[in-house]
């Protein structure tokens, strides 16, 4: 009778590991842009790729088509908020606390972020946003990237961000005629020291003589594919004044963006210090994305591959299974002694401990085996 099981020695299971990179581009004009209509109510900030939702605003997101599409592919989300140390809580500049727009809804999405990235410390409270080595982060703009476009994770030093300083993406004003770009600092150092993950810094890069010139600004989330943007990049960090300093920059170097606007557009009369505290959180995501140039980063699927060598013998597999392959303890196919008896192989399966089939592989074409041959099979599961 065939053989119906074989053991498999540890020396013929084998484990891989592949690595696999994809480059993700979002352009500014599909962030902003390809689906509004001047005129119509597509037009900024109600483009047809732009979902708004029902349950108060607490998020807006962004798709490559029309969302309302069945062939559209869901991007990243957009929110903001900040925590219960920020100085929108405790001055009364440019606002007092109970008057901003959302105020609760605001510091419990930033301490819902700030609790699944960064944790609680030794006493049970939230711990902050804070860039390594440097200051906290307690007013924060998130970007929260989908599957689709992260799959296991963002490569880590791959992702660049650009922004305009205008009222929009395409009204930017340069320093020295070099765009505002911001990258992940990866490429040196990064941290693991977060309940999501690896993360790092982001930083400005420039030429030299800029006054941005690696400036921190933000964190990046690697296997949680999220972005998070201190808001001082917008507005001068230290200091409670609205007024700018400088050709778009102030003291500190921090990028101070002016005219930003409600959930109707851009009002040169508001800084993005203002629209923190004065604007809804749909109106702030959208004065952030308007401003959004490009995002570039190339994502990362990591393949792990068990690969069974599966080796017939001369002795091995000659005979069939099959019920109707004997009769009368004779090969129906055939009764002579000569030529040897063959079988065609076109299954192999996997069996646990107990016996219970786990995987199975089937062969491309049928497979000859007969005494006078050896065979290796090797089966590979992905996963």
Same mark, same amino acid.
């Given at each position: *009778?065939?053989?119906?099981?074989?053991s498999?020695?540890?020396?013929?299971?084998?484990?891989?590991?592949?690595?696999?990179?994809?480059?993700?581009?979002v352009t500014?004009t599909?962030?902003?842009?390809?689906?509004?209509?001047?005129g119509?109510?597509?037009?900024?900030? @109600?483009?047809?790729?732009?979902?708004?939702?029902?349950?108060?605003? &607490?998020y807006?997101?962004?798709?490559?088509y029309?969302?309302?599409?069945a %062939?559209?592919?869901?991007?990243?989300?957009?929110?903001?908020?900040?925590s219960?140390?920020s100085?929108?809580?405790?001055?009364?500049?440019?606002?007092?606390?109970e008057?901003?727009?959302?105020?609760?809804?605001?510091? @419990?999405?930033?301490?819902? *972020?700030?609790?699944?990235l960064?944790?609680?410390d030794?006493?049970?409270s939230?711990k902050?946003?804070?860039?390594?080595?440097?200051?906290?982060?307690?007013?924060a703009?998130?970007i929260?990237?989908?599957?689709?476009?992260v799959?296991?994770?963002? !490569?880590?030093?791959?992702?660049?961000?650009?922004?305009?300083t205008?009222?929009?993406?395409?009204?930017?004003?340069?320093?020295?005629?070099? @765009?505002?770009?911001?990258?992940?600092?990866?490429?040196?150092?990064?941290?693991?020291?977060s309940?999501?993950?690896?993360?790092?810094?982001?930083?400005?890069?420039t030429?030299?003589? %800029?006054?941005?010139?690696?400036?921190?600004?933000?964190l990046?989330?690697?296997?949680?594919?999220?972005i998070?943007?201190? +808001?001082? *990049?917008?507005?001068?960090?230290?200091?409670t004044?609205?007024?700018?300093?400088?050709?778009?920059?102030d003291?500190?170097g921090f990028v101070?963006?002016?005219?930003s606007?409600?959930?109707?557009?851009?009002?040169?009369?508001l800084?993005?210090r203002?629209?923190?505290?004065?604007?809804?959180?749909?109106?702030?995501?959208? +004065? &952030?994305r308007?401003?959004?140039? /490009?995002?570039?980063?190339?994502?990362t699927?990591e393949?792990?591959s068990?690969?069974?060598?599966c080796?017939?013998?001369? /002795?091995?597999?000659n005979?069939?299974?099959?019920p109707?392959?004997?009769?009368?303890?004779?090969?129906?196919?055939? /009764?002579?002694?000569?030529? *040897?008896?063959?079988?065609?192989?076109?299954?192999?399966?996997?069996?646990g401990?107990d016996? +219970? &089939? &786990?995987?199975v592989?089937?062969?491309?074409?049928?497979? !000859?085996?007969?005494?006078?041959?050896? %065979?290796?099979?090797?089966v590979?599961?992905?996963y």
């Amino acid at each position: *009778m065939a053989t119906l099981f074989k053991s498999i020695s540890d020396g013929d299971i084998i484990t891989t590991r592949d690595i696999f990179h994809e480059s993700i581009s979002v352009t500014g004009t599909l962030i902003s842009g390809t689906y509004g209509e001047n005129g119509t109510i597509t037009q900024f900030p @109600n483009e047809e790729n732009i979902k708004n939702y029902d349950h108060g605003a &607490l998020y807006q997101s962004v798709y490559d088509y029309p969302y309302l599409s069945a %062939s559209s592919n869901h991007l990243f989300d957009l929110t903001v908020g900040y925590s219960t140390s920020s100085v929108f809580i405790h001055s009364s500049e440019p606002r007092p606390s109970e008057n901003n727009v959302q105020n609760d809804k605001k510091i @419990n999405i930033y301490n819902h *972020m700030a609790q699944v990235l960064v944790g609680h410390d030794d006493t049970g409270s939230i711990k902050e946003f804070r860039i390594p080595s440097g200051d906290a982060i307690r007013e924060a703009y998130f970007i929260n990237f989908s599957h689709v476009l992260v799959k296991d994770e963002i !490569k880590k030093g791959s992702l660049t961000m650009s922004f305009g300083t205008g009222s929009s993406f395409t009204n930017a004003h340069n320093y020295n005629g070099e @765009n505002r770009i911001i990258y992940d600092f990866a490429d040196e150092t990064y941290y693991s020291d977060s309940p999501a993950g690896d993360y790092s810094k982001l930083t400005f890069s420039t030429a030299p003589s %800029s006054p941005e010139q690696n400036k921190p600004c933000g964190l990046i989330y690697y296997q949680a594919g999220v972005i998070v943007l201190s +808001a001082s *990049m917008f507005f001068p960090y230290d200091s409670t004044s609205t007024t700018k300093t400088g050709d778009a920059f102030d003291n500190d170097g921090f990028v101070y963006i002016t005219g930003s606007g409600g959930d109707d557009g851009d009002d040169a009369d508001l800084s993005f210090r203002q629209l923190l505290v004065s604007s809804s959180i749909t109106g702030t995501t959208n +004065a &952030l994305r308007h401003r959004i140039r /490009n995002i570039e980063f190339s994502n990362t699927t990591e393949l792990n591959s068990t690969i069974h060598r599966c080796r017939l013998n001369i /002795n091995e597999f000659n005979y069939s299974s099959n019920p109707t392959y004997a009769s009368s303890s004779k090969i129906q196919v055939n /009764n002579e002694a000569e030529p *040897m008896p063959s079988t065609y192989m076109t299954t192999v399966g996997l069996y646990g401990p107990d016996n +219970a &089939l &786990l995987a199975v592989a089937k062969l491309s074409k049928p497979l !000859k085996k007969s005494p006078q041959d050896e %065979s290796v099979l090797k089966v590979r599961l992905d996963y």
